[in-house]
């Protein structure tokens, strides 16, 4: 049974930095392609982040460009997102996610996790 595991979030002042941790079970991690996606009530759940199976490759949101990180740790089972200046319309639950194939798109991710709470406080 694959498993998503974020951990990390809270509130953050605006301005501040928050790392966020995804680590995954049930999979062979390294045949992933792994992102981060971010959803506020109301909203459809848009990208954020996304690392391919090496991590040699990156891709972000305009949004969030130059101020957030993703990263991968492949011998931990482990995918990060290091959120630094952030603003409070980066607000929202964050989810880590799982897909064969590289991708940027909701529906085309294979496994989502339960998601953690972001709220950056103004």
């Known amino acids: 049974q694959v498993q998503l595991l974020e951990s990390g979030g809270g509130l953050v002042q605006a301005g501040g930095s928050e790392p966020l941790s995804c680590i995954a079970s049930?999979?062979?991690?390294?045949?992933?392609?792994m992102g981060w996606f971010r959803q506020v009530p109301g909203k459809e759940r848009e990208f954020v982040a996304g690392?391919?199976?090496?991590?040699?490759?990156?891709t972000y949101a305009d949004s969030v460009k130059g101020r957030f990180t993703i990263s991968r740790d492949n011998a931990k089972n482990t995918v990060y997102l290091q959120m630094n200046s952030l603003k409070s319309e980066d607000t929202a639950v964050y989810y880590c996610?799982?897909?064969?194939?590289?991708?940027?798109?909701?529906?085309?991710?294979?496994?989502w996790g339960k998601g953690t709470q972001v709220t950056v406080s103004s």
């Open positions: 996610a799982a897909n064969r194939r590289w991708s940027t798109r909701t529906s085309s991710m294979d496994y």
């Open positions: 690392i391919d199976r090496s991590g040699g490759m990156k």
């Open positions: 049930g999979l062979t991690f390294s045949s992933y392609f």
